[in-house]
């Protein structure tokens, strides 16, 4: 699994065990075997009403739940319990894509030309959001590419390693590629072939957190909502493509999604886009919306 996902079920855990401990007193591998179901449905009663949302639960749930496989593959038994209790549900919410034209000015160097950051930054950052844009990168697999494997001009795919280590190959555009080599140029760090391919200030890996800031900043500089964050850019790398007749099935693959059903999230979002467009533009829309056919 993911490191984010180790760290949410252990925290989710610890959550459990706590709520266990101050109701009935320190939990035991035998008391865990014998829960029932309301004290599962206690401990999610107790976290809705600290506003934990019903994706988190959703999470909680699946983290005791590999917690109890784990307890049988040891030989303790089964958590019946787990069986009995009913997923919380969860409102899908739909992705918020960029227009196009703010989608490519955000990959664009010169948008944050006047900030007072040295070039070399600049172009590391319009990289980074190339590739998030470019080739629907999530940050985590743009920034654990390698030095080795940098997608400069010349190459016409990158291998990245996505969610619970699964490894695909994406294409990189040439306009990405160069964004690449435009960095590379510029860094005044050697790179490491085995190290990253995108490093801090100071030489070191590249935090989530910078290419958070440079969103946050270009998002200012051209008047975006609040939406307008870097996995949002992966979002409109989906939605753009699917308006240009993508291949569903193709964009799944190109995102790393494991189901289907993920990826359809975004035909809801293109019938959307098409709905609105429809019912700015068609001079009868506000007549229509109130009929229907006979």
């Not at 490519?104 to 172009?123: F, G, I, K």
């Not at 699917?242 to 809801?268: F, M």
């Amino acid at each position: 699994m993911a490191a984010n996902t180790v760290e949410a079920y252990e925290r989710d855990l610890r959550q459990f065990l706590t709520h266990l401990d101050a109701r009935s007193g320190p939990p035991t591998i035998a008391r865990l075997i014998a829960l029932k179901p309301r004290d599962l449905r206690a401990f999610m009663a107790a976290r809705r009403a600290e506003e934990i949302s019903g994706r988190s639960l959703m999470r909680m749930l699946a983290g005791l739940r590999s917690f109890a496989r784990h307890l049988e593959r040891e030989g303790h038994g089964s958590v019946a319990a787990l069986g009995a209790v009913r997923q919380p549900k969860v409102e899908r919410r739909l992705p918020r894509p960029l227009p196009v034209s703010a989608a490519v000015a955000m990959t664009l160097p010169e948008t944050r030309a006047d900030e007072s950051r040295e070039p070399w930054v600049l172009a590391r950052d319009a990289a980074v959001i190339a590739l998030l844009y470019g080739s629907g990168l999530r940050i985590s697999e743009a920034l654990g590419l390698a030095a080795r494997d940098a997608p400069v001009p010349g190459l016409d795919a990158v291998r990245v390693t996505g969610k619970g280590g699964k490894i695909r190959d994406v294409p990189v555009l040439p306009a990405v590629a160069q964004a690449v080599a435009d960095y590379l140029a510029l860094c005044p760090h050697p790179l490491d072939p085995q190290g990253p391919l995108f490093v801090g200030v100071k030489g070191g890996p590249l935090s989530p957190r910078i290419v958070q800031y440079a969103v946050a900043s270009l998002r200012g500089a051209l008047g975006l909502p609040d939406s307008a964050t870097p996995h949002a850019l992966r979002h409109s790398f989906a939605t753009h493509l699917l308006a240009r007749q993508g291949e569903l099935r193709a964009i799944q693959e190109l995102l790393g999604h494991a189901s289907l059903s993920t990826t359809q999230l975004y035909t809801k979002v293109d019938a959307a886009r098409l709905m609105s467009a429809f019912e700015a533009a068609h001079p009868r829309a506000g007549r229509l919306a109130g009929t229907t056919n006979p």
